[in-house]
């Protein structure tokens, strides 16, 4: 039987609710009741406004199932509460646990903040959002791409999963990463399961997608960090990362290895820690800790503390004649991203392998408060020693086969630098 929608309003008919707050039919333009022995619908067509508390829902037609307390909303379906909004073509609405169920697409619009994908549903009671499939979650720092996601409205705080990339959106950074919590108030991110950080500090594009980004991580200075776990800490005038277990990074011809670390973005420095090791072209360079400071996105310098010994191998032809460099600290200094200085001091001891015409040629040690090797075109210039202790030299045949029994106490060499790793990065993003 149809209704007219003046007597609709007239009536204010109230749909009975089996539990919780009532749904109340607010307006249609035509009702159409239907019942049988075990079920019954009221189908409402034509801007038809449904009200349960200060849940707000519109949509083109709806139908009831009255037993079940439960409304199949399709044709513009649009929920709001507060200042959530909430869109998609078809919605199941139950009225008794208070959860919008879509399926065919779903946008939630809340603030500042826009959560869209293929499917979701949403609690007004909870105002908690799990949405599926092609998720994209924006705000006013991040953009987030993920399989799934768990959105909490009231801290606007959410859990992604499968496949998460987060964009920073006030730099060309991403962090990728199985599993991502996202804390909304702190500007804070907790990834781990593979969680992997790109600074492009290069990019040809205004949008960097799948493809783009590949191609700006092989052909650009890109910075690459990988870890066990990684936090990062965001704001509009700072954003830093730390980095925890297993910590590798790479920049141009810098590879880096450590268990702990931490990265200032703005301030271009990183510090790291328990068992740091730096390579940089042949040198590699180990300590208690080890901070990285660059200046326009090029190294300046790298500062090592505590049982620092750099060493290096010039002539891979012979692998035992290692040049090394020890102290309490050693100071390596840059100039357009090539080496110019290398400085120990405190107990700073070198050890030095001589080559005259490019054959091997004995090796000197010396030890003093302080060492300078000033370095041209990748090579010694020259060496400054402070309060020298007179120093030690062996001749070649005295050394020939037997090069590391005369290396330093502090020398470590690891062999295993780390590589960039390969992504698939159309994996990551959603249309």
């Given at each position: 039987?149809?209704i ?12 009975s609710a089996?539990s ?7 307006y249609?333009?035509?009702m ?14 034509g801007?038809?406004?449904?009200q349960?508390?200060?849940?707000l829902v ?30 998609s ?22 603030k500042?903040t ?21 998720v ?12 799934f996601?768990t ?7 959410s ?28 500007n ?14 290069t ?14 991580v092989?052909?650009?200075d ?19 990362y730390?980095f ?23 301030k ?7 068992q ?14 080890i ?11 790298i ?19 290692v ?8 100071e ?32 000197i040690?010396n030890?003093?408060?302080a ?6 075109e ?17 001749p070649?045949?005295l050394?020939l ?15 295993a ?15």
């Amino acid at each position: 039987m149809m209704i007219k929608s003046v007597i609709i309003l007239l009536m204010l008919v109230r749909l009975s609710a089996i539990s919780g707050e009532p749904v109340v039919l607010k307006y249609a333009d035509e009702m159409l009741g239907e019942s049988t022995d075990t079920s019954a619908t009221r189908t409402l067509v034509g801007n038809v406004q449904l009200q349960q508390g200060n849940v707000l829902v519109t949509c083109d037609h709806a139908v009831q199932y009255m037993n079940l307390n439960t409304y199949q909303l399709s044709g513009n379906v649009v929920i709001t509460q507060n200042t959530i909004i909430l869109k998609s073509p078809l919605v199941l609405y139950n009225g008794n646990t208070y959860i919008a169920d879509a399926k065919n697409g779903v946008t939630i619009q809340d603030k500042g903040t826009t959560l869209k994908a293929k499917r979701g549903n949403y609690s007004t009671r909870t105002l908690i959002a799990n949405f599926h499939d092609d998720v994209v979650l924006t705000d006013d720092s991040v953009v987030i791409y993920c399989d799934f996601i768990t959105h909490d409205r009231k801290t606007e705080d959410s859990k992604a999963a499968h496949n998460v990339l987060i964009k920073s959106r006030h730099s060309n950074t991403f962090l990728l990463a199985d599993t991502v919590i996202n804390i909304y108030k702190d500007n804070y991110s907790l990834a781990w399961g593979n969680p992997v950080l790109f600074q492009v500090d290069t990019v040809r594009t205004k949008a960097l997608d799948g493809d783009t980004l590949a191609e700006a991580v092989i052909t650009f200075d890109t910075l690459t960090a990988k870890s066990d776990t990684m936090e990062a800490f965001r704001s509009k005038t700072d954003e830093y990362y730390r980095f925890k277990q297993n910590v590798e990074i790479i920049r141009n011809d810098m590879r880096v290895k450590a268990n702990d670390g931490y990265f200032y973005r703005q301030k271009e420095y990183f510090i790291l820690r328990e068992q740091p090791i730096v390579w940089y072209n042949s040198t590699q360079l180990h300590a208690d800790s080890i901070t990285v400071f660059m200046s326009q996105e090029k190294l300046k310098k790298i500062h090592s503390i505590g049982n620092s010994i750099a060493i290096t191998n010039e002539d891979t032809t012979y692998a035992d004649k290692v040049d090394q460099l020890a102290g309490n600290e050693i100071e390596i200094i840059f100039e357009d991203d090539s080496l110019k200085q290398i400085t120990s001091r405190g107990n700073a001891k070198s050890l030095y392998f001589m080559r005259t015409e490019n054959e091997p040629d004995g090796l000197i040690k010396n030890t003093a408060a302080a060492i300078t090797i000033n370095i041209s075109e990748d090579k010694p210039e020259n060496i400054v020693l402070v309060d020298q202790i007179p120093g030690e030299y062996i001749p070649e045949p005295l050394i020939l086969g037997n090069e590391r029994s005369f290396f330093l106490p502090e020398y470590k060499s690891s062999d295993a630098p780390p590589n960039r790793p390969v992504i698939n990065f159309k994996l990551y993003f959603r249309n």
